[in-house]
């Protein structure tokens, strides 16, 4: 009985070392990191056992104005919380560096939405809960942080970094909305849904706003971006020649003669003209696509010989046609492995094109629907018809490991192709 009296005391004392080890949350090549004890949190240098913020914060989170791993020194900042005491919600937060200095004492309910460097200054927006629990408000602050001081530059209900020197704010009380130069403190005042602005586009390379103006006696916006806010603020028309229809961040569209034309901020101009012409992206997407795909989308467009777009088909920036504008209906999909394929199935997507996504057509043909699916250059993989009345979408089946499939789930049936042959293989009533 006394033995196993002290064994139990053993596993209690074991049981109370563990809960008041230290615990490290650290990088891998990064030597700060935040470290927890009985219930409270500070920083430490690792290398140097150094306590850059001391061990009596509820929770400490980690900040980073860049995308550099490990992080740089100056990158790295700390927002310390006080721990709760009974129903007291907030006590109090506080911004620190990399060398354990307070540079911001956050208000009540206040944290950080972003950090950025402009002109080797650091910048930081805060956005703030106010309002009833159930219904939150936020507004937001822009304040420049530097060694001394720590100095407001904007409060409004929005605030937003569009690029470099460039902010925008909106302020939803007095229907306040604009632009601020960080270089100049500037503060460019607009009115929305006038003859000044109806909405604006920031082109990043220009470090420009292309703004489309609102027409007051028609009650809807001017068709053309006529006008540009520069980078110091000031605005003036655009001095593209043609009239602009819609900017991107690599190229806009213009009206020309012969149909739109897209054209590159660099003056050059691409041999593709339609009367109709959009980006996949715009279009066709079917579902979310990777960001890594951006580089073979920002290239892709669907066009049409008709203003209405309704025969359509799809081309590159270098008037490559992709899919010949004979379609009633594109998507761009991706496909979704929700299992192991097999080796010979990666094989097939390897050497068919289809890593990366693929296009499923619809066609009208004399009393039926022609559905298809197509490679990234257009080469076709199935095709097959059903009645016009009929809606089929694709799957390709991962799950069979003895033959290349794919399923076609129609509005009546289940119908299952090979890839290999394409034929029929099963048709399952639904």
Known sequence: MKKKSYIAFFLILVIMLISCKTKYYADRDFPYAVFVKNSLSGVINTTTKEIIIPRKFGWVDRHTTGNDFPPKLNEVFYVATEPMEGDTIFKGSYLYNINGKVLYNFEA????????????????ITETFIGDVSEPLKYYKLLRILKTQTIKLLEASS?????????????????????????????????????????????????????????????????YYDTVIDSTLNTKPNPVKDAVLMPYQNYFFTETE??????????????????????????????????????FLDKLFVF???????????????????????????TLQEIHYYTQPSDEFKIFIKNNKLENFFYYTIKDVDD??????????????????????????????LMEKNRL??????????????LTTKELIHVEAR
């Not at 559905?371 to 809606?391: D, H, Q, V």
Request: glycine share 6%; net charge positive.
């Open 258 to 295: 012969k149909g739109i034309q897209i054209t590159d901020f660099n003056g050059q101009t691409s041999p593709v003209i339609y009367p109709y012409i959009t980006p996949v992206k715009n279009r066709i997407t079917y579902t979310t696509i990777h960001p890594s795909l951006d580089i």
């Open 405 to 418: 499939q794919i399923k076609f789930h129609c509005s009546d049936s289940l119908k299952i192709y090979d």
């Open 109 to 124: 309910m206040e944290g950080v939405k972003s950090f950025f460097y402009h002109n080797k200054q650091l910048y930081l």
């Open 304 to 330: 049409s010989n008709q203003k209405d777009e309704k025969i359509k088909g799809i081309t590159d920036i270098n008037g490559k046609i992709i899919l010949p504008p004979e379609f009633n209906s594109i």
């Open 368 to 397: 039926k629907k022609e559905f298809a699916l197509f490679n990234e250059e257009g080469t076709e993989i199935i095709k097959f018809k059903e009645n016009k009345y009929s809606n089929c979408s694709p799957e390709f089946d």
């Open 159 to 223: 605030i937003q970094r569009c690029g470099k020197n460039i902010i925008s704010f909106n302020n939803y009380d007095n229907h306040q909305f604009g632009y601020f130069d960080l270089n100049t403190g500037k503060k460019l005042l607009l009115e929305p849904y006038s003859e000044q602005y109806d909405h604006g586009i920031y082109i990043q390379q220009k470090n420009e706003i292309w703004v489309n103006r609102y027409n007051t006696k028609a009650r809807m916006p001017y068709p």
